[in-house]
Nanobody, 111 residues
Framework: QVQVVESGGGLVQAGGSLNLSCVVSGSTISIGWYRQVPGKGRELIALILNNGRAHYSESMKERFTISRANANTVYLRAKTVKPGDTCVYYC?????????WGQGAQVTVSS
């Protein structure tokens, strides 16, 4: 099991940008970002493999960008956020033996 800690989020104005960070404590196969609207399941936004390759959900790739500073720190950026982007954003780290989640970062987009 690895520790996963998200930071960033909070209140963002519609049309602005969103920046989230995720720090993972150990070695991973992939680190990904998901989001969850109340009453619905977690939805994949994007993930980045340990070789640096990124994969995006088709519906998210236009406005979201995943990147990494190193093997343990991954960022999620979104441009032109909308009120519909209001939800909790989660970071997930997959290893050979576990799938570990952070506590989540609430993002509220004001119109």
């Amino acid at each position: 099991q690895v520790q996963v800690v998200e930071s960033g989020g909070g209140l963002v104005q519609a049309g602005g940008s969103l920046n989230l960070s995720c720090v993972v404590s150990g070695s991973t196969i992939s680190i990904g970002w998901y989001r969850q609207v109340p009453g619905k399941g977690r939805e994949l936004i994007a993930l980045i493999l340990n070789n640096g390759r990124a994969h995006y959900s088709e519906s998210m790739k236009e406005r979201f960008t995943i990147s990494r500073a190193n093997a343990n720190t991954v960022y999620l950026r979104a441009k032109t956020v909308k009120p519909g982007d209001t939800c909790v954003y989660y970071c997930n780290a997959k290893t050979s033996w576990s799938s570990d989640w952070g506590q989540g970062a609430q993002v509220t987009v004001s119109s």
